[in-house]
C-alpha cells in the first residue's frame, strides 16, 4: 500500500531546526587558526594550483577537508555526518539514508550486492542503467532481463509492469531458481515511471527485495503534483542522484532504505568496499546542503512545475513538433516526470541529432539527452523563465525553418530498431568478464559471444552486455550509432570499428 505523501510543509516539519551540520562542521574547521600537517597537499588552499583558483575560488579549497574527528567518518558515523544522514532520512521518508560519494553508481552496486549472492538472480529491465551490470558483475548475480515496451516512433523504452515481473518470477521458480531481488528503473532517464507499488506487490508476499534505480526521481516527494516516490510506494531500496533536479554537487546521490527486508549493516559493509575511503567533504556537505535547501522552502517546485506545464502546452501547439506523454506508450505506466520534457522533430523530417545541433547551433540550447528521434530538456530549481521562453521560440524557429522546406522532400526512412527486443545471453556478465577476449571486426562480429560493454552514451543503456550474443538487430543499431558518431562508453575501441568477443 503506498503511503500517503506529506505536505511540502509536512516534510519540512518532519527536520528539527533545519540547520546544516554538516555544511556547519565544515565551515567551523575551515576558519581554525590552526598549523595543517595533514592532507590534501594545498593545504587548505595555500599551495592551490593557481589555474584551478582562479577558476573556482579560493573558497573550495579551503573547505576540501580530509576526515578529521570534529568532520565525522562517513564509513562510522557517530556525530555531524550521522546527524545529516538522519536529517535526510526523516525528510525523503526513508528509515535509514546513507550519503554517497560515488554517485548512484556505487549505491546501485550496494543494492544489489547486499541482496544477491553469486548465482540467485536479479530481475532487471533490459533498458537498466549500465551501473547494473558492472553490479552483476561484482556480484555474480544472475540477470534475468524483462523486455520494456518500445515505442520505435520516439526510439524510447518505457518502464517494467508488475504483470511482466510476476510472469518473470513464475518462470523462475517453475526452474528452482532463487530471486535475490527485482531492480526497477523508475523513472527513466525520459521521466517514464513504473508502477511501483505493484511491482512491490508481487515481490513481497515471497520476500524478494526491490531496488528502485531512482537517480531520476530525488524531487518527486516535494510536491503533490509529482509521481509517488519508490520509498513512498514500498520500495525496501531506492538510489537517487541528489544531483540531478535537486542541488547538490555533481556525482553526490543518497541511498534510501524502508522495512526490514534488507540487512541493513550489509549495506553498510558493501558501500564500505565501493566507496572512496578518502570521502569528499565537498559533495557530503552539498547533499547536507541540497537537503536544508528543501527543508526551508516548501514551495520550491511550484514554478518549475508551472513552466514546465506552459512550456510542453506551447511546444504541442508548434506545427512538426511532438512532446512525449503517456498515450505514448499502450502500457498502464502511472505517469511521466512533468520536469522532463522530451519532443520530437520527426514531423519535420529532422532525426533527434539533427534538431539538437540546430537549437544549439542557431539558439544556444543546450539539452539534456539526445535520440535518434527525440531531444530531452530537463527542467530544475535554476531553470528561469526567459531560458524556457528562448526555448519556444527556437522550437518554433525549427518549425519555421523546416516545416515548409522538408514537406516536399519523401519521407526518410530512418528506421530504428528496438535493440533491445531479441537478445540471446550465453554467459553472465561476471563469466563473460573474466573470460579471455580477442578483437574482431564489428562487421565479423554477428553470433559471437560479446565480451564487453558496449553502450551510447547518454543515455548510459547498454546495447551489448558481456556475455550477450551479437545479433543482426545489436549490430544494425551498432553500425548506426558508429555512422552518427554518437559517444560510445565501455567499449575497447571508442570508434566501434572492431570490438572484444569472448573466446571461447
Known amino acids: 500500500m503506498s503511503e500517503a505523501k506529506p505536505s511540502s510543509a509536512e516534510s519540512s516539519a518532519l527536520v528539527q531546526g533545519g540547520t546544516a551540520p554538516l555544511v556547519c562542521a565544515l565551515q567551523s574547521t575551515a576558519r581554525q587558526d590552526v598549523s595543517c600537517f595533514h592532507f590534501p597537499g594545498h593545504n587548505r588552499g595555500k599551495a592551490a594550483p593557481s589555474s584551478l583558483s582562479k577558476l573556482i ?40 539514508t546513507w550519503f554517497l560519494v560515488n554517485g548512484t553508481t556505487c549505491g546501485i552496486q550496494a543494492s544489489v550486492m547486499a541482496t544477491c549472492s553469486p548465482g540467485d538472480y536479479l530481475i532487471v529491465p533490459r ?69 511501483v507499488e505493484g511491482i512491490v506487490s508481487v515481490c513481497h508476499p515471497r520476500g524478494i527485495p526491490v531496488i528502485v534505480d531512482e537517480a531520476h526521481g530525488a524531487h518527486f516527494r516535494f510536491h503533490d503534483s509529482l509521481p509517488s516516490t519508490a520509498i513512498e510506494q514500498g520500495a525496501d531500496l531506492a538510489v537517487q542522484s541528489t544531483h540531478k533536479v535537486l542541488c547538490s554537487l555533481t556525482q553526490s546521490s543518497m541511498l534510501h532504505m524502508a522495512g526490514d527486508l534488507v540487512d541493513v549493516d550489509k549495506v553498510s559493509q558493501c558501500l564500505q568496499l565501493l566507496q572512496s575511503s578518502s570521502p569528499s567533504y565537498l559533495l557530503l556537505s552539498s547533499l547536507d546542503a541540497a537537503r536544508d535547501q528543501l527543508s526551508k522552502n516548501t514551495n520550491i517546485f511550484d514554478e518549475p512545475l508551472a ?9 504541442m501547439r508548434i506545427p512538426g513538433i511532438s512532446v512525449l506523454d503517456l498515450p505514448c506508450f499502450a502500457s498502464d505506466f502511472p505517469a511521466i516526470d512533468p520536469l522532463r520534457i522530451t519532443l520530437s522533430a520527426s514531423d519535420l ?21 539526445v535520440g535518434t528521434r527525440a531531444v530531452t530538456f530537463a527542467v530544475n530549481l535554476g531553470t528561469r523563465v526567459q531560458d524556457i521562453e528562448k526555448l519556444v521560440q527556437s522550437a518554433k524557429h525549427l518549425s519555421e525553418k523546416c516545416f515548409f522546406a522538408n514537406s516536399s522532400k ?54 551489448l552486455i558481456p556475455g550477450e550474443v551479437v545479433t543482426h538487430d545489436s549490430l544494425s543499431h551498432l553500425m548506426s550509432v558508429r555512422h552518427q558518431g554518437i559517444t560510445i562508453s565501455g567499449a575497447a575501441d571508442a570508434e566501434l570499428n572492431s570490438i572484444l568477443v569472448c573466446n571461447l
Open 127 to 195: 533498458n537498466c542503467h549500465i551501473s547494473v551490470i558492472s553490479a552483476l558483475v561484482l556480484s555474480g548475480a544472475v540477470p534475468k532481463y524483462i523486455i520494456p515496451e518500445y515505442n520505435s516512433r520516439w526510439d524510447i523504452a518505457g518502464g517494467m509492469t508488475p504483470l511482466q515481473l510476476d510472469e518473470a518470477v513464475k518462470e523462475l521458480e517453475e526452474d528452482g531458481k532463487r530471486v535475490g531481488a527485482v531492480l526497477v528503473t523508475s523513472p527513466t532517464y525520459h521521466g517514464v515511471c513504473s508502477n
Open 307 to 315: 513552466i514546465a506545464s506552459e512550456t510542453k502546452d506551447q511546444l
Open 410 to 463: 519523401p519521407m526518410k526512412e530512418n528506421r530504428v530498431c528496438g535493440p533491445l527486443e531479441k537478445i540471446s545471453v550465453h554467459m553472465t556478465p561476471r563469466e563473460a568478464f573474466f573470460t579471455k577476449k580477442r578483437r574482431v571486426r564489428i562487421e565479423d562480429s554477428l553470433g559471437e559471444i560479446c565480451g564487453e560493454l558496449i553502450c551510447p552514451y547518454p543515455p548510459g543503456i547498454p546495447v
Open 349 to 369: 523530417q529532422l532525426s533527434g541529432y539533427e534538431a539538437d545541433d540546430i537549437l544549439y547551433e542557431d539558439h544556444q540550447i543546450v539539452s539534456e539527452l
Open 57 to 96: 575560488g579560493s573558497g573550495a579549497f579551503l573547505h576540501d577537508l580530509p576526515e578529521l574527528p570534529e568532520l565525522d567518518d562517513l564509513f562510522s558515523p557517530k556525530g555531524v555526518i550521522l546527524d545529516a544522514q538522519r536529517q535526510a532520512s526523516q525528510l525523503f521518508g526513508s528509515s535509514k
